[in-house]
């Protein structure tokens, strides 16, 4: 089985594989811009950082066996030579998210917002990788990670249209949407 590395830091700052094209704030405060944008999976932080986010992988909390086999049969892996642009949004929810039962954001995330059912739609076009980092303490619950080429850019961006618009992102209360391109 491929590793997949469990560790994720991402520093912007003078150096990196990602040139940063902009940096959108959504809600909540917004980050230093920097040119280029570093990722690494020993937690080093590049040098010239004027921030840095760390998150790890971890196991599935809201995916139905039926889901997961879907998205298993339906995803690409990150790295791929044609995805030059990627994203990442790094998003926190609400203590009023965070107050809800397993049941009852499940029940928000899939039932009523089908997070996973639009998303299955853009695969495999885009490539994706979820970091979890609330339980480490930082300024974000998550940071959520795209791959894809140039001509699924406009297929991206009509799905963030539509996952913003659902009732999951009423408990979205910082985000930020960071573009990059293979420097
Ligand atoms: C969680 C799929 C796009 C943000 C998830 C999960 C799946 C999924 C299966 C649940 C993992 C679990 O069971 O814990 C997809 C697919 C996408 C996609 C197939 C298509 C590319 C997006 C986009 C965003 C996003 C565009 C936002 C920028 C998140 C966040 C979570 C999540 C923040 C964590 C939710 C939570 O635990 O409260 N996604 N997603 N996803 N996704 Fe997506």
Known sequence: MAYTPLLATFSAGTSGAWRIVEMR???GPALTAGPRLAVSHDGTVSESAV???SGVGSNMRYTTRDEADQLAARQAPLDRAEAIYAALIPISKSAEWWALAQDERRAIYEEQSRHTTIGLEYLPQIARKLHHCRDLGGQF????WFEFAPQHQAAFDAMLLRMRASPEWRYVDHEI???LERA
Do not use: A, G
């Open 25 to 27: 704030t959504l809600s």
């Open 51 to 53: 921030w840095s986010l």
């Open 177 to 179: 949407d960071i573009r």
């Open 141 to 144: 619950d998550f940071l959520t």
